[in-house]
């Protein structure tokens, strides 16, 4: 997305299809299982992809053009880490040149000041990095990244300073597990002190089999969220989907699940997932799009736990009218906040706010 006119021709789209009930498909392209990470919560990093087995450039672009032309209208670029892909820049600008809402979630490790503005330039519309908590030494026991938690405040600076401004978001992306969960208010007050925004999304045992990480948030925390999105207009997370975290942690019925007919996700080899944890379906190169919502696909994907990962969850939030306008809310809030975010920076004197001033927040759970 370059410009207003894609923006208001994007929204105007996605309601046209919420009316009318179509799906606008939501694609996750891992682009890499590379990682410089080593996450607690995570596997890729263990059977990393290798080069010469991951799609190249020429097949990228040609499966994003498959992919808009079967409807797919949002791309997230992940991984492993996809900053890994020096051809990160020119994906996203195929992608978005497309006219694909472009999005990106990394770890932070690889970004300079420099390629935020080349991501910019490419049509990023947000990016997102990863940050776990308010505590230094926690956040980079979890990566198992040591000096990440500073090298992740310096990549909200430069979002700050170099991405974010009219439509364009960016902030952290925060898996809550039992060691975190009650830090969202600490991460909230941080990063709208940083100028910038803030999702979660609940930890989910399927990559790593490792269920003792889960959180457990009852009735009374998710209120206590739906109060903080009442506070803090940098959290992005629509109030359909913090409402869903009380089924998916009580394990009651959670909505029925889209993957394959409103999201799905490719690897990176170019297999197609009806989702990222399900199964491959078919191939990227070699399979015609539907395969995503054959009978096969949806079989595997009434087989699955179910996750509360937020491009499930928000993807289903965006199907009703309500949810869509809910979206729209946000998206107008950001172009607020946005500018409050730019008038508060402008007049803070050189160097305020920056990493080198923090000095890590709490650990420990709240006392009652
Ligand atoms: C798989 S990572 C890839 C991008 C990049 N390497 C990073 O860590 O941001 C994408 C997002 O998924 C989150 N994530 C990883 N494992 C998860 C899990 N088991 N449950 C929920 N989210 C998870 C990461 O923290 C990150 O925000
Ligand atoms: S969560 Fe991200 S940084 Fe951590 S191992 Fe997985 S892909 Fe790597």
């Known amino acids: 997305m370059e410009t207003f006119i894609d923006v208001t021709r994007f929204l105007l789209s996605a309601l046209a299809s919420t009316l009318i009930g179509k799906r606008v498909l939501n694609c996750t392209w891992e682009l890499t299982h590379r990682c410089t990470g080593k996450c607690e919560i995570c596997n890729y990093w263990k059977n990393p992809s290798t080069l ?3 799609l190249r450039l020429g097949d990228i672009q040609k499966g ?5 032309a079967y409807g797919c209208r949002w791309v997230n670029f992940t991984g492993g880490e996809p900053t890994l892909r020096p051809d990160l820049e020119e994906i996203v600008h195929y992608a978005s040149q497309l006219g694909m809402w472009t999005t990106m979630v990394t770890n932070g490790s690889l970004l300079t000041r420099e390629r935020i503005r080349e991501f910019k330039k490419a049509g990023l519309s947000s990016m997102f990095i990863s940050l776990d908590s308010t ?15 500073a090298q992740v405040l310096r990549g909200l600076c430069w979002l700050r300073e170099e991405f974010i401004s009219s439509y364009r978001a960016g902030g952290i992306m925060c898996v809550l597990t039992r060691e975190n969960m009650w830090t969202y ?28 990480l889960a959180a457990e948030l009852d009735e009374r925390q998710v209120e206590g969220m739906l109060t903080a999105h009442r506070e803090f207009k940098n959290l992005l997370c629509t109030k359909t989907y913090i409402k869903g975290f009380k089924a998916f942690f009580e394990e009651g019925p959670l909505p029925p699940c889209h993957a394959g007919i409103k999201y799905f ?24 799009m539907s395969v995503i919502r054959s009978e096969e696909a949806l079989r595997k994907v009434r087989l699955c736990p179910g996750c509360w990962y937020s491009f499930r969850g928000e993807a289903d939030a965006a199907l009703s009218l309500k949810g869509y306008f809910e979206k729209l809310k946000i998206g107008l809030t950001t172009l607020k906040k ?31």
Request: aromatic share 8%; net charge neutral.
């Open 52 to 54: 010469d087995q991951e």
């Open 185 to 212: 208010r600490d991460l909230l007050k941080l990063t709208d002190d940083l100028g910038v925004y803030a999702v979660f999304q609940p930890y989910h045992a399927n990559k790593t089999g490792k269920t003792e």
């Open 64 to 68: 994003l053009e498959k992919i808009y």
């Open 265 to 288: 996700s490719i690897d990176p080899l170019g297999f197609l997932h009806p989702c990222v944890d399900i199964p491959s379906v078919g191939h990227l190169m070699k399979d015609d």
């Open 135 to 149: 505590n230094p030494q926690a956040h980079d026991r979890q990566r198992g990244i040591n000096g990440s938690f």
């Open 338 to 368: 946005n500018r409050s975010f730019q008038k508060r920076w402008r007049s803070r004197p050189a160097g305020a706010g920056r990493p080198g001033g923090y000095r890590g927040g709490k650990e420990e759970p709240p006392s009652e």
